[in-house]
């Protein structure tokens, strides 16, 4: 019996009748591509890869231990829907201790997460209905966009300019825009830029957003990560704030726990009120065992800050490579990203019209992965959780990435 009446059922959202039959190849799609290429061509050759988003340590051995011995008991076994109370009672106090934020109520204003992409993608299932706007931050995490759209919502895009910071200007939004906006997507520290958030930009955004009846979503992700001083910021410690925002926290990158899949939403009460009840009907909570190591984690920040100084030692390295060959960067204060312009070609005539195109030759010449942002400018992103042992092993990649690239000898 035929099923090619299927191919006309599909959504329009994801294709409708042209769904798996689009030639358009997506960018990671491309990378992950021309990451097997290069390897096949070269076999034997090390593939240094600074495109990928994860981290390379594993979870704590502690925390380790906590799920294990948690995962044994009968109590946690079922579903946990909205989360277990002990863990937005540690999310609360974790709120305070670090970000001092110090009115949050465990029991009505925080929830947990299976991770913060399914937050993001949830949180407009609550909010959009169709012709409503959400504006985002480019270039950026494109989920809660993406999901507004599947809703028949619109959405507007702010460009980072290296200009001012790789901060949004809230100000060029018309009248009409603001009217019809019902979230505002914020991600400080800033993938894939790198860039923090000030606490005066987030005192206009707060104002912001009183002014015009707007809900900010803040992507807090990587705010553990910050170094050389930056200290930990939270728009929720801006006065107001709780009245318009709500923040996302993850475990993937401040506590290396990318596939335990755990975050927390925490913030305005009627926001969390409506994202649980919109969770409550797309899941059954996360594995209280998984949340009990969470726990271990929020009550432990130094794991963040033994992993935000490995990612400062390895910056540094980095930049310091960079700059030699050429590229004009700075050392970020937090996350893992490093974000570059590309260079204008090569002193043998080849020429990168885009990122894309110099992240191509970068993986098929050099073996080198990045990821390309052609969104506002033409950027690279580097990251630093590659795999290294120890720090001489980071040295010595480094130092490979530095050699390759001299080779190339880039035209900027």
């Known amino acids: 019996m035929s099923n090619n009446y299927i191919q006309t059922l599909f959504a329009e959202r994801i294709g409708g009748s042209r769904f798996g039959k689009e030639t358009v190849l997506y960018k990671f799609e491309k990378i992950k ?30 925390v380790v231990d906590v ?14 829907d909205n989360g277990i109370e002990v863990f937005k009672e540690a999310a609360a ?39 409503d ?11 809660l966009g993406t999901m507004t759209e599947a809703l028949m919502g619109n959405v507007v895009k702010l460009p980072l300019l290296e200009e001012n910071g790789f901060l949004p200007d809230l100000d060029s939004l018309s009248a009409e825009q603001r009217r019809r906006a019902k979230l505002l997507y914020l991600n400080y520290p800033n993938n894939p830029t790198g860039a923090t958030a000030t606490k005066a930009f987030y005192e206009k955004v707060v104002d912001f957003a009183h002014q015009n009846q707007i809900i900010v979503v803040a992507d807090a992700a990587y705010a553990g990560l910050t170094f050389d001083g930056e200290p930990p910021l939270s728009i929720l410690s801006i006065n107001g704030a709780k009245e318009v925002a ?11 726990m990318t596939g335990w899949r755990l975050a ?40 963040s800050a033994r992993t935000a100084a490995k990612y400062s030692r390895r910056h540094e390295l980095l930049v310091a490579a960079l700059r030699r060959v050429g590229f004009s960067v700075r050392k970020p204060k937090a996350s893992f990203y490093l974000y570059a312009k590309i260079p204008k070609g090569t002193a043998a005539g080849v020429v990168f019209s885009s990122a894309e195109v110099f992240s191509e030759f970068l993986t098929t ?31 010595r990649i480094v130092g490979e990435i530095e050699r390759r690239l001299q080779e190339l000898e880039l035209v900027f």
């Open 33 to 62: 591509r021309a990451k097997r290429q290069a390897m096949g061509n070269n076999p034997g050759i090390e593939l240094i890869d600074l495109g990928v988003g994860e981290p390379d340590w594993g979870a704590d051995e502690a």
């Open 67 to 80: 799920l294990r011995i948690e995962a044994g008991k009968p109590e946690n076994r079922g579903y946990t």
């Open 93 to 131: 106090k974790y709120l305070e201790k670090v970000y001092d934020v110090r009115d949050i109520d465990p029991s009505c204003e925080v929830t947990h997460g299976i991770g913060s992409k399914p937050i993001l993608a949830l949180l407009p299932l609550a909010f959009i209905n169709p012709g």
């Open 133 to 143: 706007i959400a504006i985002l931050t480019v270039p950026g995490y494109p989920v």
């Open 246 to 256: 709500v923040e996302i926290h993850s475990h993937s990158k401040s506590f290396n």
């Open 264 to 303: 927390f939403l925490a913030g305005n009460e009627l926001v969390v009120k409506g994202f649980a009840a919109v969770k409550d009907n797309n899941d059954s909570g996360q594995f209280a065992a998984i949340q009990k190591a969470g726990v271990y984690c929020l009550e432990h920040p130094e794991i």
């Open 365 to 395: 010449r050099s073996l080198i992965s990045t990821v390309p942002w052609d969104d506002v400018g033409h950027y690279i992103r580097f990251s630093v959780t590659f795999v290294a042992g120890d720090e001489a092993e980071e040295r």
